[in-house]
């Protein structure tokens, strides 16, 4: 399963891409409205004369605020040979800004906050839960880093965090047992150009190559206010929080609107079979399907499905792979969205002695007694319910409420979406979790099978591993 609804992203035979037989069920108005729930999340929105979107949202059960900042600009919207610029960025806006001169984590840990940031195909967000009396402090070191990040920038701290960035790629995908299988899976699915061909983190080449007036252009055309949009959630006073509001961003100027990709569907034209041989324990598998976007028509029933298919020792799949047949030791299904399109995908291990073949003839027959008739109602219903408690468990968290409120307003163009997200999934039934598995659960896929290096079948490619990572971060 996926988190959206919290809010909390070599040798390859690619298959060419048009439209299935049977098409994607993403074709309604997006994002989805039809079904509301009683469910909200108190805020006032307003936007400042430079086009920074603001967002306010009074929580006192803690004394602590949080602060939380999206840009519109993820790793789809960069330019061919600029691949991990989105990312890069993430690490460099820790680094120090002209009138904060020095590393952004250490005023804010000494008077106890949380800070950190994240990037992923469609967005970059920073964020700092701070005591309620330290706020000011929070929204001055954002203005600084939106407003004046470039005079405190030089080829010094760019090379730092090139060599920091291309050591945590190492560490988190090439030189980590599976940590290539997302970068695989993508390659496949994906054709050259596609914005999510190419992972967040960057290729080596690209950010070690990378110009510090390459890296001076993407922020001046990205990291504008009128390109962000903040929220403030937690114990603070909502008149003295426009006042800083505005004292720190509001001098901030605007700049030209860039615009951030919207569209770029991917379909394939047939099955896509790859294997790989890496310095791994197990055999695994991966099959995935193209599949409806973040709040499009047939995402929530995908997210519903996963929990029909796997979650739990009484699911069918765990039920024949791993209880009845015993070739497999773990199964799960999962819908990852994502703002231009998603995937569906179902991963296995297999128990020692038997194939990744084995598992996916297995799974095939699984999915297609699954698709032959709708689930009963009562396992829907049972599906909906776990879905609305993490709803409501996520709107204990001021944090969580901070990056659901920039989240709805940067995507679905709404802070004020969460009824409509819950309400997706309490408007998902039987006959459509039918539909929509049948739509999108068709022969056109990936299937990536993964293989220890001394176990591989014949043809498999060899996984190199890269140079070895370093320790101190520092390259």
């Not at 990378?210 to 949009?229: G, H, I």
Request: negative net charge.
């Amino acid at each position: 399963m996926k988190r959206s609804l919290l809010v909390l992203c070599g040798g390859m035979a690619l298959a060419a891409c048009k439209p299935p037989a049977a098409p994607v069920p993403d074709a309604a108005a997006w994002p989805v409205k039809a079904a509301k729930a009683d469910v909200t999340i108190p805020f006032e929105k307003y936007e400042l004369d430079n086009g920074l979107d603001v967002i306010l949202s009074e929580d006192h059960s803690v004394p602590f605020v949080w602060v939380n900042i999206w840009y519109d600009v993820g790793s789809k919207d960069e330019e061919p040979g600029l691949s991990g610029f989105a990312h890069l960025f993430e690490h460099l806006m820790f680094q120090g800004s002209e009138h904060m001169n020095n590393d952004y984590f250490l005023p804010l840990q000494e008077v106890g906050a949380s800070i950190n940031g994240t990037t992923n195909f469609d967005r970059t967000n920073y964020f700092e839960g701070v005591p309620a009396e330290h706020l000011p402090m929070a929204l001055w070191l954002e203005s600084d880093r939106m407003g004046f990040l470039l005079p405190a920038l030089t080829e010094d701290r760019l090379a730092n965090q090139q060599e920091v960035v291309r050591n945590e790629r190492r560490q988190r995908y090439d030189n980590r047992p599976y940590g290539k299988v997302r970068l695989w899976l993508m390659e496949a699915a994906y054709p050259e150009g596609h914005p999510y061909r190419i992972p967040t983190i960057g290729k080596h080449e690209d950010i070690a190559n990378a110009q510090l007036s390459d890296v001076r252009a993407f922020f001046e055309k990205w990291y504008l206010p009128n390109n962000a949009s903040l929220s403030i959630v937690g114990d603070f006073d909502p008149a003295e929080a426009k006042a800083l509001v505005e004292k720190y961003f509001g001098p901030i100027p605007a700049g030209p609107q860039p615009q951030s990709r919207r569209e770029a569907p991917a379909r394939l034209s047939a099955e896509t079979v790859v294997h790989y041989a890496s310095k791994v324990p197990e055999h695994k598998v991966w099959i995935s399907w193209h599949s409806p976007r973040l709040y499009g028509e047939g995402d929530a029933e995908l997210d519903i499905a996963s929990q029909l298919l796997a979650d739990g020792k009484d699911s069918p799949l765990y039920t024949v792979l791993v209880k009845e047949k015993g070739i497999a030791k773990s199964v799960v299904a999962y819908q990852s969205s994502s703002m231009l399109t998603s995937m569906f995908t179902i991963q296995a291990t297999a128990n020692p002695g038997h194939s990744t073949d084995e598992l996916v003839a297995e799974i095939d027959a699984v999915l297609e007694g699954f698709k032959a008739a709708p689930p009963a109602e009562a396992q829907v219903a049972d599906a909906r319910t776990a879905w609305e408690v993490r709803a409501y468990e996520g709107l204990q968290s001021i944090s969580n409420k901070a990056n659901m409120l920039n989240s709805y307003n940067l995507v679905a163009g709404d802070p004020g979406y969460l009824p409509y997200d819950l309400g997706r999934y309490q408007a998902v039934t039987a006959a459509s979790v039918h539909a929509t598995v049948n739509q999108v659960m068709v022969p056109e896929r990936v299937v990536l099978h993964v293989h220890p290096l001394d176990a591989a079948p014949e043809g498999a490619s060899v996984d190199a591993p890269a140079a070895e990572a370093t320790t101190d971060g520092e390259g």
